[in-house]
């Protein structure tokens, strides 16, 4: 599972330079980079952003600008973020205790930007989320213009067709326009998905009891087989041994 971290900077070279430092840390990483926030705050909504680097100026030709503050808050207003990590890079001295203090930022970054520094602190950021559980996990899944946050627990197994991904629920179908089975996994950090056939992703929790010899997944609470396809089945059955050998016969 992908942590995702997005990047907040207008100025490009900084930004291509704190992109590098980033992806550097680590290869489970899903790194977005912005400089506008309003792109920035799409990405987020569209996705589960779980570390923010954010530049406090991001118009410096215009006085006393602050909208990376403003980013931040609009950011934290959002259910969602509640818990997310917020780190500000910043030129501006003094300002740190009060940005600690009242957005609930997890550290700040000094221009002129270092790699140690910036690799630091986003090391730190991960090892504090990797500790925290996560409990009613949400996945949001963007339809018709508006994001629907769901239940990942609720969600039995998806099946990606035609550029569409249909999310099956304990008690509802739900399709998403444009979605890959590949990119509805990186959205997902507590709960496994693991992929028996081509463009399938069951979840492991909802799990019955797989058929080793006849090569079929059944999940709780549905009459449907789904298949191991004999090209995914290697990889299947080792993801499956991970969790116990669950269920099967």
Do not use: W
Not at 41 to 46: G, K, L, T
Request: glycine share 4%; proline share 3%.
């Amino acid at each position: 599972m992908k942590r995702q971290i997005l990047i907040l900077e207008d100025l490009e070279s900084s930004r291509k330079a704190i992109r590098k430092m980033v992806e550097e840390c680590g290869n489970n990483l899903l790194v977005y980079d912005f400089a506008e926030p309003a792109g920035a705050f799409q990405c987020a909504m569209d996705n589960k952003i779980d570390l923010f680097l954010v530049d406090i100026v991001l118009k410096p030709q215009e006085p006393n600008d602050f909208s990376g503050i403003k980013f931040a808050e609009n950011i934290r207003e959002n259910s969602r973020y509640t818990g997310a990590e917020i780190v500000f890079i910043t030129t501006l001295a003094g300002l740190e205790a009060d940005l600690l203090r009242t957005i609930h930022c997890f550290d700040y970054i000094e221009k002129p930007i270092s790699t140690q520094r910036v690799q630091k602190v986003v090391h730190d950021a991960l090892d504090k989320l990797d500790r925290r559980p996560i409990e009613n996990e949400l996945v949001y899944l963007r339809k018709d213009r508006v994001t629907y946050p769901v239940l990942v627990k609720d969600i039995i197994y998806v099946e990606s067709r035609r550029k569409t991904l249909y999310v099956h629920k304990i008690d509802e179908t739900f399709d998403v326009p444009n979605l890959s089975l590949k990119k509805f996994c990186e959205k997902i950090q507590s709960t496994e998905f693991i992929v028996p056939a081509k463009g399938f992703g069951v979840n492991v929790i909802h799990i019955e009891f797989v058929d080793a010899a006849n090569r079929f997944v059944k999940m709780r609470g549905l009459d449907i087989m789904i298949s191991i396809g004999e090209r995914m089945k290697e990889e299947f059955f080792h993801d499956l041994y991970k969790f116990g050998n669950v269920g099967i016969k």
